[in-house]
Every structure is written in structure tokens, then in C-alpha cells.
């Protein structure tokens, strides 16, 4: 019997995702002091209130905007102690995250080394490592982590800044798959100390960074 062909879409994105992404948007181009209110943009955005207050929430919660009163916002002005802090937590668990994955995924896992192979060029790498390492809590905090604004690349040379964090990436996933939990961790080390620095001098540069979201190895502007 013919059940017909599976349905591959992709499933539908979630409104208060969209809400995210469309402020996110929003505030990219907008000025530091930007100031967010719920009602005006889910009227701008044509959505109901409840994805547009969801993404408001996240975004205070991610430190990328604070609240003001009632329902307005303001957009926050990154500082290289964000920056700077941001990243020591990620060196606490993605180094731990990278060993675990070469102890726990074996050779002959082809599925999980092509993820991560596939992966390699863009800052999803992290999230596919966290959730490989078989630690369910420590992918969720890497998950978290890795999709911050705080880890966001704005300015320089994209694709430069790609090939550059996928060659990294790269080495991370051999040493995987000759379950090297040393160098594994030695080496998300180095890397994620590379992007702190490119990170910190990025908002330290007069006129480049001012206020912006800046780090992270995706390769693209997604600054705030």
C-alpha cells in the first residue's frame, strides 16, 4: 500500500519567535536609547500583543533591552564587560561539552560527525555540540548561551570571519572523531578565547562598535 510521499516541510515558525527575529531587525538600525513599547510595535508588526510581549521578555531576560515602565523598553548599550562576561561562562561549559562529545560519540556515529561537519560554518556548531555531548542540562545552557545577542558577529570581513571560525570548527570535530577529549577541550578553548578577543576589540573601536552586539562566528552583521 502507497501512503504517498512524507511531508518534509519545514514546520511553521512560531509567532513569538517571529516577534524575535522582527525586532531584532528593528533594532540593528536602530540608535542606542532605542525605546520599544508593546503595543506600538505589534500594531507595526501586525501581530496580537502575546508573541510581541514573549519577545520583549526574551530580550530583557538576554540582557539585550531593559524595562522602563509598564510596557515600554529601552534598548541597552553593550559594554565590554558584557562582552567579557558573556564569554567567561561560555569557556566554564563548552571546552566541557566539546571532551564529552569526543568520549560519547563513537567513530562510527556517522550522523552526529556529519551534523557537526555541516555545522561548521555557522555559530549553530555550538548548539549541535552541546546537544551531541549527551548531557542534556549542558546542551541546554550551550543552547542558551550560543544563541545570545551578546555572541552575534557585527563588522569585518564575513567571509573571511567565516572561513576562518570554520577552520576552527573543523579541528574541533577531528578531534572528535579521533576522541581526543584533550585536545577537543583545548581547542573549543582557543576558539572561544579567539572570538572573545575579535569580540572585545570590535566594540572598542571607535565608530564600529559603539552599543553593538558584537562577537561570534556566523559570519554575517547582526549587530544591535
Given at each position: 500500500?502507497?501512503?504517498?510521499?512524507l511531508?518534509?516541510?519545514?514546520?511553521p515558525?512560531?509567532?513569538?519567535?517571529?516577534a524575535y527575529?522582527?525586532?531584532m531587525?528593528?533594532?540593528?538600525?536602530?540608535?542606542?536609547g532605542?525605546?520599544?513599547?508593546?503595543q506600538?510595535?505589534?500594531?507595526?508588526?501586525?501581530?496580537?500583543?502575546?508573541?510581541?510581549?514573549?519577545?520583549l521578555?526574551r530580550?530583557?531576560?538576554e540582557g539585550?533591552?531593559?524595562?522602563?515602565?509598564?510596557?515600554?523598553?529601552?534598548?541597552?548599550?553593550?559594554?565590554?564587560?558584557d562582552?567579557?562576561?558573556?564569554?567567561?561562562?561560555?569557556?566554564?561549559?563548552?571546552?566541557?561539552?566539546?571532551?564529552?562529545?569526543?568520549?560519547?560519540v563513537?567513530?562510527?556515529?556517522?550522523?552526529?560527525?556529519?551534523?557537526?561537519?555541516?555545522?561548521?560554518?555557522?555559530?549553530?556548531?555550538?548548539?549541535?555540540?552541546?546537544?551531541?555531548?549527551?548531557?542534556?542540562?549542558l546542551?541546554?545552557?550551550?543552547?542558551?548561551l550560543?544563541?545570545s545577542?551578546?555572541?552575534?558577529?557585527?563588522?569585518?570581513d564575513?567571509l573571511?570571519?567565516?572561513?576562518?571560525?570554520?577552520s576552527e570548527?573543523?579541528?574541533?570535530?577531528?578531534?572528535?572523531?579521533?576522541?581526543?577529549?584533550?585536545?577537543?577541550?583545548?581547542?573549543?578553548?582557543?576558539?572561544?578565547?579567539?572570538?572573545r578577543?575579535?569580540?572585545?576589540?570590535?566594540?572598542?573601536?571607535?565608530?564600529?562598535g559603539?552599543?553593538?552586539?558584537?562577537?561570534?562566528?556566523?559570519?554575517?552583521?547582526?549587530?544591535?
Amino acid at each position: 500500500m502507497n501512503a504517498g510521499p512524507l511531508n518534509s516541510a519545514a514546520p511553521p515558525v512560531p509567532l513569538a519567535e517571529q516577534a524575535y527575529r522582527m525586532v531584532m531587525e528593528r533594532l540593528a538600525s536602530g540608535p542606542p536609547g532605542q525605546r520599544l513599547v508593546e503595543q506600538e510595535l505589534a500594531d507595526a508588526l501586525a501581530m496580537s500583543r502575546t508573541p510581541v510581549r514573549e519577545a520583549l521578555r526574551r530580550l530583557a531576560a538576554e540582557g539585550v533591552i531593559r524595562r522602563t515602565s509598564g510596557r515600554s523598553y529601552v534598548r541597552r548599550e553593550v559594554n565590554l564587560r558584557d562582552v567579557s562576561d558573556h564569554y567567561d561562562l561560555r569557556l566554564l561549559f563548552e571546552p566541557e561539552a566539546a571532551a564529552l562529545c569526543a568520549l560519547r560519540v563513537p567513530p562510527c556515529d556517522a550522523e552526529a560527525i556529519r551534523e557537526m561537519e555541516e555545522s561548521a560554518g555557522c555559530a549553530d556548531f555550538h548548539r549541535v555540540v552541546g546537544t551531541a555531548c549527551g548531557n542534556g542540562a549542558l546542551g541546554l545552557v550551550i543552547e542558551i548561551l550560543s544563541a545570545s545577542p551578546l555572541g552575534r558577529p557585527v563588522g569585518g570581513d564575513a567571509l573571511a570571519l567565516t572561513e576562518a571560525r570554520r577552520s576552527e570548527h573543523l579541528r574541533i570535530v577531528d578531534a572528535v572523531r579521533s576522541r581526543n577529549a584533550g585536545a577537543a577541550a583545548t581547542v573549543m578553548h582557543e576558539h572561544l578565547e579567539d572570538l572573545r578577543a575579535e569580540a572585545l576589540g570590535t566594540l572598542a573601536t571607535p565608530g564600529r562598535g559603539r552599543g553593538r552586539i558584537v562577537g561570534g562566528c556566523g559570519g554575517r552583521e547582526e549587530g544591535i
